[in-house]
């Protein structure tokens, strides 16, 4: 299994939130990091971790692990 940290922005228009531009990260608290960072200039941000499978690149899981702002329903883990 490979393991990648990675954020995801989002930017608003036209009252709609949109993809915004994905990052990778070294780590778990890079990702978290660079998501708060993100959310000074952007509308909203996830830290996530993705595991995929290092021989087919098939995605194994995803991980939340921090949002930021305003994001995407179905990207806030559950309480």
Known sequence: MLTVYA???F???EGCL????RVQARSADGA??????LNT???G??????LTDDKSGKVEGVTVLGTFGSVPAEFVPLA
């Open 11 to 13: 930017d608003e228009v």
């Open 41 to 43: 200039f952007k509308t």
């Open 18 to 21: 949109v993809i915004g531009t």
């Open 45 to 50: 941000a996830i830290a996530m971790q993705i």
């Open 7 to 9: 954020v995801q922005s």
């Open 32 to 37: 978290l990091r660079r998501a708060e960072g």
